[in-house]
């Protein structure tokens, strides 16, 4: 795939890929969608998401074939593919959210509530925080990380209990270590919001759309 001729398809919200493309100089289409149909075509998936993971799985379900042609084309084409927030807890096994819910199982894991050490440190994260690095990885290429590094924009009360280490990308602090990336192949999260984080989301969605798996 030509990164000039490639869709971008985003899932249902919007996000300020169509400036990080002009920007980076990219000539992506970028369709925001609920269409099915249009997903299975497109070179590249965003899957955002806010509020419960119960309710925003059975909300992807609900969008006839929806759940089926993200799956396809993540899965079986491995096409490029970013979860952000609840977009990116939605691909862990399970959340445990209110209820048992089944996600799409790519990366090992439940997501689980937010358990800081520290009693004053309040539920929800909102805010800002910085995010440490794992490993070296080409959506993270020209972005400063770690403790004076860029900081990335968090609202959330679970996240993703990641079973391998690997699968793992960076973490934030926040009482404790919270998964705010994960990475398998052609699949990327991240529990922040780009298209909230001013400079490193900017970066890291331009990354995204020049990133091949």
């Known amino acids: 795939m030509a990164i000039a001729d490639g869709r971008i398809a985003a899932i249902d919200a919007y ?3 169509e400036r990080a493309a002009h920007e980076a100089g990219i000539a992506a289409a970028i ?3 609920a269409d099915a149909e249009r997903v299975r075509t497109a070179d590249r998936i965003v899957l955002p998401g806010v509020g419960a993971y119960a309710d ?3 909300g992807l379900r ?3 074939g929806m759940w089926e042609a993200v799956e396809e084309v993540a899965i079986v084409k491995a096409r490029p593919f970013l979860g952000i927030c609840v977009g990116m807890q939605l691909m862990s096994e399970r959340g445990l959210e209110k209820t048992v819910t089944t996600g799409f199982g790519w990366i090992a894991g439940d997501v689980k509530e937010i358990t800081p050490a520290d009693p004053a440190l309040k539920i929800p994260q909102i805010g800002w925080n910085t995010i440490e690095l794992t490993r070296k990885h080409p959506l993270f290429s020209g972005i400063p ?3 004076k590094g860029l900081h990335a924009y968090f609202v959330h009360s679970y996240h993703l209990d990641a079973q391998k ?6 973490i934030a602090d926040y009482g404790g270590p919270v998964t705010a990336a994960v990475i398998s192949d052609n699949l990327a999260g991240t529990q922040f919001h780009p298209e909230k984080s001013q400079a490193l989301g900017l970066a890291l969605i331009t990354n995204f759309l020049r990133w091949r798996p």
């Open 62 to 64: 609900a969008v006839a």
């Open 165 to 170: 280490p690997d699968e793992v990308l960076a």
């Open 56 to 58: 925003c799985a059975a």
């Open 15 to 17: 996000i300020p890929f």
């Open 145 to 147: 990380t770690g403790s």
């Open 31 to 33: 369709d925001l969608t």
